[in-house]
């Protein structure tokens, strides 16, 4: 799995950190996402996917 995000689209609402701290999080000034893992390992893939359903403006998912 690959992740892209379009900070341009993000609401910094926040919903995709809840979903998978472990591949997204918050700038602090201004809440936008930052991408940490853009190849998550598998066992990340259901809460990259959950992310991505709350916030399909913003992240992409493409198979690797």
Do not use: N, Y
């Amino acid at each position: 799995m690959k992740v892209t995000v379009d900070e341009d689209k993000c609401c910094a609402a926040g919903s995709c950190v809840l979903a998978a701290p472990d591949v997204f999080d918050q700038r602090d000034e201004d809440g936008i996402v930052v991408l940490l893992d853009a190849e998550p390992a598998e066992d990340q893939h259901a809460a990259v996917r959950d992310a991505a359903a709350v916030c399909p403006a913003a992240i992409a998912l493409s198979d690797v």
